[in-house]
C-alpha cells in the first residue's frame, strides 16, 4: 500500500530534495498535501507532477490560482493559519521543511495527523526539545531526522543500547571561511557567505553554517533528539562532508554513516526507515580521497561556543539563541550588520534574558520570548 506523505515547504531545499526523492518512488509514496510560501512557480511544478488535493500557502492569491487551474485540488488554506490547517491533515508521514521558527506550531500540529515526522527544520526543536519530546512519547510518534549529521547518528544507533553511548561526534563542513583570519572575516560579505563549498541549501542556513551557527543549532538538536547530555556531544571540522557524523560508545568503538554529500539521501532514508530502498543518489567511491579531520576554532566563530552557553543556561535561552541568530542572520544579508556582528548579537541579547530565564516553558511562553527578542531586535536597528 502506498505511504500517504504531506510536505510543509515543498518549493524550498529540502522540499525540493524531497520531491526528487518521491518522483523515484510513485508507486510507493503519494504526496496527498503540501504547503509553500511564495514561490508559487516551483509549486505549479509540483502540481504538474503529483495531483495533491491539499495545498497551502502564505498568500491567498496563489493557492486560489492554482484551484483555478488544477481541478484535482479539493480544498486551499492561506496564511500562518492556513499552513497549521494543512499541518493537521491526516496523513502517514510529515515532512518538514519549513525554515526557521516559524515551524514550530506546524511542527507541534503534526503530531496529531502523522504517525512519522520526516523532521529538517531544527529550529523548533532548538526552542521547544523538551515539548516535542514529551509529544512524542504521548502520541507515539516517530521523529526521524532528516539533518544529515542526525540522520547519520540515527543511523549509527540503530540496534544499539543508549547506556552505551560514550560520545556522539558531529562532523561540521567548516563554512566558505574556516581557514579565514580573524581580521578577514570582518570583511565577509552575504553573497560571500551564500557560496557553500559543499551543499547547496536554502539562504538562511547557509549563512549559519558559514558562522557555525548551523553547528550550534545542531548540537542542542542532538542533545534533545538523542537525549544525550551536552557534555556527550563534540563537533570536528571534516571539509569532505562524507562523513556525516560519529558515535562513540564505551568500548571506544566508533560508528559513522557515510555517503556523498546529498540531502536525498537522509530524506529518503527518513521516509523508508528501517527500509533501505534503491539508490537516488550516486555511490560514494572510497579511491583516491583524503578525509581530514579537525577541531574547530571558537574564537573565529564564538556561536558555536554560545549555543553551547544557551544550551547549560536551559529553558528559554536556547529559543533567545535561536531568535537572535535567527534575526542577525536577516539582518547581515540585508546588509544592515556584518559577519562579525552575528554572535555579538547573539550574545546581546542572551545577556540579557539571563534573569528571565524560564526554565521549563510552555509553548506560548516560548512563543512570547521569541517575539519580544525580535522586538528587542528590530527596535535597535
Ligand atoms: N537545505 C538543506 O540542505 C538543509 C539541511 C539540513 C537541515 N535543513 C533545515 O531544514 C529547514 C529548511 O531549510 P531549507 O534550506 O530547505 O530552507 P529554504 O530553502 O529557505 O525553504 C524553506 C521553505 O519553507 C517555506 N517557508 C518559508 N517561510 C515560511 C513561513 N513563514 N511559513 C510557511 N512556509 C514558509 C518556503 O516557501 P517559499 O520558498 O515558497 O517562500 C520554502 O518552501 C531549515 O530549518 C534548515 O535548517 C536544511
Redo the contacts with the bound molecule.
Keep these: 500500500m502506498k505511504k500517504i506523505v504531506k510536505i510543509?515547504?515543498?518549493?524550498?531545499?529540502?522540499?525540493k530534495?524531497s520531491i526528487d526523492v518521491m518522483k523515484n518512488f510513485t508507486n510507493r509514496l503519494e504526496l496527498y498535501a503540501f504547503?509553500?510560501?511564495?514561490?508559487v512557480r516551483?509549486?505549479e511544478e509540483i502540481l504538474k507532477r503529483f495531483s495533491s488535493p491539499y495545498i497551502a500557502?502564505?498568500k491567498k492569491e496563489d493557492v486560489l490560482y492554482l484551484k483555478k487551474k488544477y481541478s484535482f485540488i479539493k480544498e486551499v488554506f492561506w496564511g500562518?493559519e492556513g499552513?497549521k490547517e494543512l499541518a493537521q491533515i491526516d496523513t502517514d508521514i510529515t515532512v518538514m521543511?519549513?525554515?526557521?521558527a516559524?515551524?514550530i506550531i506546524?511542527t507541534m500540529k503534526a503530531f496529531d495527523s502523522s504517525k512519522r515526522i520526516a523532521l529538517?527544520?531544527?529550529?523548533s526543536i532548538v526552542m521547544a526539545g523538551p515539548i516535542i519530546n514529551r509529544l512524542k512519547r504521548e502520541k507515539g510518534v516517530e521523529i526521524i531526522p532528516?539533518?544529515?549529521e542526525h540522520s547519520a547518528i540515527f543511523q549509527s544507533l540503530v540496534g544499539e543500547r543508549r547506556e552505551d553511548i560514550k560520545k556522539i561526534i558531529l562532523t561540521a563542513s567548516g563554512g566558505p571561511f574556516r581557514n579565514l583570519s580573524k581580521e578577514k572575516l570582518k570583511y565577509v560579505r552575504p553573497e560571500d557567505a551564500l557560496r557553500h563549498p559543499v551543499?547547496?541549501?536554502?539562504?538562511?542556513?547557509t549563512i549559519?553554517s558559514s558562522t557555525l551557527a548551523?553547528k550550534g543549532?545542531e548540537i542542542i538538536e542532538a542533545v534533545y533528539l538523542f537525549e544525550v547530555s551536552l557534555s556527550m556531544v563534540d563537533v570536528v571540522i571534516h571539509p569532505q562532508s562524507i562523513v556525516h557524523s560519529l558515535v562513540e560508545f564505551n568500548d571506544h568503538s566508533i560508528k559513522a554513516q557515510l555517503g556523498v554529500p546529498d540531502?536525498r539521501l537522509p530524506i529518503q532514508y527518513a521516509l523508508f526507515y528501517p527500509e533501505r530502498t534503491d539508490a537516488v543518489v550516486r555511490p560514494l567511491s572510497l579511491f583516491n580521497r583524503t578525509l581530514e579531520f579537525y577541531p574547530p576554532d571558537p574564537d573565529r566563530f564564538p556561536a558555536l561556543s554560545l549555543a553551547k552557553e544557551a544550551l547549560m543556561f536551559g529553558g528559554t535561552m536556547t529559543t533567545v539563541y535561536n531568535r537572535a541568530n535567527e534575526e542577525a542572520v536577516r539582518l547581515f544579508l540585508d546588509k544592515k550588520i556584518s559577519f562579525i556582528d552575528i554572535p555579538k548579537l547573539i550574545e546581546k541579547e542572551m545577556e540579557m534574558h539571563k534573569n528571565e530565564i524560564i526554565v521549563a516553558p510552555t509553548l506560548s511562553e516560548i512563543l512570547e520570548v521569541d517575539r519580544k527578542v525580535k522586538r528587542n531586535i528590530m527596535n535597535q536597528i
Excluded at 9 to 14: V, Y
Excluded at 35 to 39: A, D, K, L, P, Q
Excluded at 97 to 100: D, L, T
Design positions: 510543509l515547504g515543498a518549493t524550498g531545499s529540502i522540499g530534495n504547503s509553500f510560501g511564495y514561490n516551483e509549486a500557502s502564505l500562518d499552513i521543511g519549513i525554515s526557521g516559524e515551524a506546524p529538517a527544520n531544527k529550529e532528516v539533518d544529515s551543499w547547496h541549501m536554502g539562504k538562511k542556513v549559519d548551523n543549532l540531502m
